[in-house]
């Protein structure tokens, strides 16, 4: 089989992280192209990945294309309503990133016939430590399923849900999740800076025992709270430290994860408004 010309729309933080990871994974940058309005973005790309930069306008594409929205999702009415002939005409495979808006909402932009993936990457995905998440409707062939497999495979580890409602929650967990890890990451380090630990020790130490950790979390065929045990010695400093932890990160967690899923509800509710 040929390869499939992957084209995205739009040339901001995801479709970077996406073409970083895939042009490691060995794809060519001639079978990639960037859709974007401002040369700015797509144009680095072109420069620093080889892949073709081009305008935002639709264009007619090769048989066997996978298009991959990588836009802000309130822009995809207007911007479907130009692609819709070309992405029919080539019988293109389309795939969303975009939060929260469903599947149903794209088949009424681009046909009920067009086949549809939902994906929700994250932005490790660049040095192919990604987690995706994807939901097929119906009009998606097995082919085309392992295509999708294939290309988000490449960029780290692919899930697929059967209920679409869950894409919500996986965007809550994993889309955004970088960003929390990232926060917890700059809370310790300022936590111990506070304590006078230097700027640079406090970084590195926070960065190798996150990463260290869930190296071995994945290494391990024990569970998380089995893990954490083997560190918590009775009276110790682990204890003392968790029962702080303890007061505050389940709900916590709990919130942030409603708050975000909520979120991309209401992303799909102010698109039905527009489109
Ligand atoms: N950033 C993430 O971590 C992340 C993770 C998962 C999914 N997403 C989804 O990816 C999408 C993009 O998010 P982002 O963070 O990359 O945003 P971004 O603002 O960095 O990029 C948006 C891009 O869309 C382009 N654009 C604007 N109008 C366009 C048009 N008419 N045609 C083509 N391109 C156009 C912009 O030039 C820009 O390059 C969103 O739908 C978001 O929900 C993002």
């Known amino acids: 089989?040929?390869?499939?010309?992957?084209?995205f729309?739009?040339?901001?933080?995801?479709?970077?992280a996406l073409i970083s990871g895939m042009r490691q994974q060995g794809i060519a940058g001639p079978n990639i192209q960037v859709h974007a309005p401002s040369n700015l973005h797509r144009g680095a790309l072109a420069e620093e990945f080889g892949v073709r930069s081009c305008p935002a306008q639709a264009e007619k594409l090769p048989e066997n294309s996978?298009?991959?929205?990588?836009?802000?999702?309130?822009?995809?009415?207007?911007?479907?309503?130009?692609?819709r002939d070309s992405l029919r005409s080539a019988s293109a495979l389309f795939v969303s990133v975009a939060a929260g808006i469903s599947s149903a909402q794209i088949t009424t932009l681009l046909g009920e016939e067009t086949p549809v993936v939902r994906a929700m990457p994250n932005t490790?995905?660049?040095?192919?430590?990604?987690?995706?998440s994807l939901f097929a409707t119906a009009t998606v062939s097995a082919?085309?399923?392992?295509?999708?497999?294939?290309?988000?495979?490449?960029?780290?580890?692919?899930?697929?849900?059967?209920d679409e409602a869950l894409m919500d929650t996986a965007t809550a967990l994993a889309g955004s999740g970088p960003a929390y890890v990232l926060l917890f990451l700059e809370a310790l380090e300022d936590a111990a800076v506070l304590q006078g630990l230097d700027r640079v020790t406090a970084r590195a130490l926070a960065l190798q025992t996150v990463l260290g950790t869930a190296q071995m979390a994945a290494a391990n065929s024990a569970s998380p709270s089995?893990?954490?045990?083997?560190?918590?010695?009775?009276?110790?400093?682990?204890?003392?430290?968790?029962?702080?932890?303890?007061?505050?990160?389940?709900?916590?967690?709990?919130?942030?994860?409603?708050?975000?899923?909520?979120?991309?509800?209401?992303?799909?509710?102010?698109?039905k408004t527009t489109a």
Not at 1 to 7: A, W, Y
Not at 143 to 162: E, M, P, R, S, Y
């Open 1 to 7: 089989m040929t390869e499939p010309q992957i084209v």
């Open 124 to 132: 490790p995905a660049q040095i192919g430590a990604g987690a995706t």
């Open 9 to 16: 729309i739009g040339a901001g933080n995801m479709a970077r």
């Open 143 to 162: 082919n085309q399923c392992d295509t999708v497999q294939q290309i988000f495979a490449g960029v780290g580890k692919v899930f697929w849900l059967h």
């Open 66 to 83: 996978v298009v991959i929205y990588a836009a802000k999702p309130k822009q995809m009415p207007a911007v479907l309503k130009e692609w």
């Open 226 to 271: 089995e893990l954490r045990h083997q560190v918590t010695s009775p009276g110790g400093t682990t204890a003392a430290g968790l029962a702080v932890w303890e007061e505050q990160l389940r709900p916590l967690a709990q919130r942030a994860l409603a708050a975000a899923a909520e979120r991309g509800r209401i992303l799909s509710q102010l698109l």
